[in-house]
């Protein structure tokens, strides 16, 4: 049977909580079996969702299964972060394509994924391809996470849930960074979603100011079932990332005190960074927002012309630029529809630079109230037509050296 490409979550939800757990399994397998029909493949991944729920596991096989689906995953290291209109389907996909071994969804607002339909298909679609996956929720209410959780499992790896947005849109919305001061609604978010789903919950968190609430907070999560932790090394109050400089030993420290997986976020320029951050916190993978905006190809060793400058060793033109880059991604979101305001935001995090040399480009781009591949397939050429480009760079030896597993 031939796969269509992108997996919008067109059909109602699967049926609600069960009474049983048998009922619980069997709806599951159901779904699960219907879905490998559907494919030509089948991961181990698929296999670990046809699994039980794991209501009945205990804190020591809690952790054996955490490292079970970590390992089933290939212990995939280069991790696109989670960002808001940002990590959307076709930026997945180029990410992947330059190096990336897993990515997040962007965030998703649990309540508004279980009650509209229009916002569960334009905010998330994927495609056989886009795994590694990780679906990130927000959520203040464990049984509505539950019915948006179920929602996406048949399609993921993990179930991810945002206790790091620092954003007022967060506080006012009581979820993200503001339920650090909630701990008991963390534990019991966390509990529902690892007591009833198939496939694993991670948690993405930010630090507290005191080493130690941090290591509290991160232990009672392990504790609660989550099963793979990112830290992002900044804390609630420190918005700006170009102005704080995230914590890389704060990271350590969690990474030491827990059991499971835990993966490092803040301050990846390119791949220098990416294996510092692995070697000072010992940590089993990298999440990079920022930079991968800019640099797509960041995993795959290649690096903006402002992180050669002062670098001692030899580097040359990768043969690759931020305009060919956004031409994959133009082809990608031809292939993978997406709202076009997330085409507009990778235009101008691809294109900045450029923009920069050539500021009546931006403003023709900025004057459109509606875009159309044509418009921007055109503003490239017209852009190497006059002239402008700026080369991603590449060490000459090879950059991923001492990162393979
Ligand atoms: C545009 C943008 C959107 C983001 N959206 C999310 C999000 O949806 N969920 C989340 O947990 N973090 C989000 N973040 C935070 C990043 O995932 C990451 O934790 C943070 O940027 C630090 O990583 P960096 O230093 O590599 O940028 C976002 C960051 C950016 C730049």
Same mark, same amino acid.
Request: charged fraction near 25%; proline fraction near 6%.
């Given at each position: 049977?031939?796969?269509?490409?992108?997996?919008?979550?067109?059909?109602?939800?699967?049926?609600?909580?069960?009474?049983?757990?048998?009922?619980?399994?069997?709806?599951?397998?159901?779904?699960?079996?219907?879905?490998?029909?559907?494919?030509?493949?089948?991961?181990?991944?698929?296999?670990?969702?046809?699994?039980?729920?794991?209501?009945?596991?205990?804190?020591?096989?809690?952790?054996?299964?955490?490292?079970?689906?970590?390992?089933?995953?290939?212990?995939?290291?280069?991790?696109?972060?989670?960002?808001?209109?940002?990590?959307?389907?076709?930026?997945?996909?180029?990410?992947?394509?330059?190096?990336?071994?897993?990515?997040?969804?962007?965030?998703?607002?649990?309540?508004?994924?279980?009650?509209?339909?229009?916002?569960?298909?334009?905010?998330?679609?994927?495609?056989?391809?886009?795994?590694?996956?990780?679906?990130?929720?927000?959520?203040?209410?464990?049984?509505?996470?539950?019915?948006?959780?179920?929602?996406?499992?048949?399609?993921?790896?993990?179930?991810?849930?945002?206790?790091?947005?620092?954003?007022?849109?967060?506080?006012?919305?009581?979820?993200?960074?503001?339920?650090?001061?909630? &701990?008991?609604?963390?534990?019991? /978010? *966390? %509990?529902? =979603?690892?007591?009833?789903?198939?496939? $694993? #919950?991670?948690?993405?968190?930010?630090?507290?100011?005191?080493?130690?609430?941090?290591?509290?907070?991160?232990?009672?999560?392990?504790?609660?079932?989550?099963?793979?932790?990112?830290?992002?090394?900044?804390?609630?109050?420190?918005?700006?990332?170009?102005?704080?400089?995230?914590?890389?030993?704060?990271?350590?420290?969690?990474?030491?005190?827990?059991?499971?997986?835990?993966?490092?976020?803040?301050?990846?320029?390119?791949?220098?960074?990416?294996?510092?951050?692995?070697?000072?916190?010992?940590?089993?993978?990298?999440?990079?927002?920022?930079?991968?905006?800019?640099?797509?190809?960041?995993?795959?060793?290649?690096?903006?012309?402002?992180?050669?400058?002062?670098?001692?060793?030899?580097?040359?033109?990768?043969? &690759?630029?931020?305009?060919?880059? /956004? *031409? %994959?991604? =133009?082809?990608?979101?031809?292939?993978? $529809? #997406?709202?076009?305001?997330?085409?507009?935001?990778?235009?101008?995090?691809?294109?900045?630079?450029?923009?920069?040399?050539?500021?009546?480009?931006?403003?023709?781009?900025?004057?459109?109230?509606?875009?159309?591949?044509?418009?921007?397939?055109?503003?490239?050429?017209?852009?190497?037509?006059?002239?402008?480009?700026?080369?991603?760079?590449?060490?000459?030896?090879?950059?991923?050296?001492?990162?393979?597993?």
């Amino acid at each position: 049977m031939a796969l269509t490409h992108t997996r919008p979550i067109h059909s109602d939800p699967p049926p609600p909580p069960a009474e049983s757990d048998e009922l619980v399994c069997s709806l599951h397998e159901q779904q699960q079996e219907q879905q490998l029909e559907e494919e030509s493949s089948v991961s181990d991944t698929a296999a670990f969702c046809l699994e039980s729920p794991a209501r009945c596991l205990t804190g020591e096989a809690c952790i054996e299964r955490a490292w079970d689906q970590w390992n089933k995953l290939g212990r995939p290291k280069l991790i696109v972060a989670p960002m808001v209109d940002n990590s959307e389907l076709p930026f997945r996909m180029l990410c992947r394509k330059y190096g990336a071994e897993a990515a997040y969804t962007p965030m998703l607002h649990s309540r508004i994924f279980t009650e509209t339909e229009k916002y569960r298909n334009e905010e998330f679609t994927t495609c056989k391809e886009d795994r590694p996956l990780f679906v990130q929720f927000c959520a203040n209410d464990p049984d509505i996470l539950l019915a948006a959780a179920r929602r996406v499992e048949p399609y993921c790896d993990y179930v991810d849930i945002n206790f790091g947005c620092p954003q007022r849109i967060a506080r006012r919305g009581n979820y993200g960074a503001f339920l650090m001061d909630k &701990l008991p609604l963390v534990k019991s /978010l *966390v %509990e529902k =979603l690892a007591t009833n789903l198939h496939v $694993p #919950v991670s948690c993405k968190i930010r630090v507290f100011p005191n080493l130690q609430d941090t290591l509290s907070y991160a232990k009672m999560l392990e504790d609660a079932g989550c099963s793979l932790l990112a830290v992002h090394g900044r804390t609630r109050d420190e918005k700006d990332g170009k102005k704080f400089r995230a914590d890389w030993n704060a990271i350590r420290a969690v990474k030491n005190a827990l059991r499971i997986p835990v993966l490092a976020n803040g301050n990846i320029r390119h791949m220098d960074d990416v294996k510092n951050l692995m070697e000072e916190t010992g940590c089993d993978g990298v999440l990079s927002a920022e930079s991968l905006l800019e640099n797509p190809a960041l995993f795959a060793g290649f690096r903006t012309a402002e992180w050669i400058e002062g670098s001692e060793e030899s580097t040359k033109d990768g043969n &690759l630029d931020q305009a060919d880059l /956004l *031409v %994959e991604y =133009l082809k990608l979101c031809e292939r993978y $529809p #997406v709202p076009w305001r997330m085409i507009r935001s990778h235009v101008h995090k691809l294109l900045g630079e450029w923009f920069r040399i050539h500021p009546s480009v931006r403003e023709d781009l900025n004057a459109q109230s509606r875009l159309t591949f044509e418009f921007l397939y055109d503003m490239v050429n017209q852009l190497r037509e006059r002239g402008v480009r700026i080369p991603l760079y590449q060490k000459d030896t090879n950059v991923t050296d001492g990162l393979a597993s």
